[in-house]
């Protein structure tokens, strides 16, 4: 067999045609390698993108936390402007952070215990804590939610007509602060300049 190799390397164009014909087989090798690796990372892809979908899916409501956060803001405007000498109004509520889902986990956990005895009489206790956490889904594969914490409100600015008098100034603190819940030095109001 040895020989045959020899032979075959010794022939000058035998030689050529056979590098040739490894280089071929080595490219198309390489191709088809490169085409599995690839499908492999593109079906890992496409699981991360179904849970992304899925979860963004149950993210509905928590997308509604910037609907409802400019709904207090105009619901805000539309009150301090009926209170009296405050005319035209405009509110900017500032928050801490956005949202947070927090879904619900499926936690199992298994704990193992094994005790070894060698012949010199040494005692050796190994434990072994196995935890798997898995977010839970509802029948349509939607991501359960236990709560969505929402971010809290830090601080308003509020531009008033009338907010040149200290008692409308006073009677809107006192209106954001009722609403808000924040404290009145994180209240700022300003009479509204000409537009």
Known sequence: ?????KKIFNNKEKRVENLVSFLII?????????????????NKNDIKNEVGVEFATSVENFDNTKEESDNLEIRLEEILGKIAGVGKVSVLLTYSESSTLVPIYNINSSTSTIEETDTSGGNRITETENTEKDVVTDSSSNVVTEKIIKPTIEGAIVTAQGASSSTVKSNIISAVEAVTGISTHKIQVFEMGDE
Not at 1 to 5: A, N, P, R, T, Y
Not at 27 to 40: G, P
Request: hydrophobic share 55%; net charge positive; aromatic share 0%.
């Open 26 to 42: 080595l490219v198309i090798t390489l191709i088809i390698i490169n085409k599995i690796l690839n499908s492999d990372k593109k």
């Open 1 to 5: 067999m040895l020989d045959k190799i």
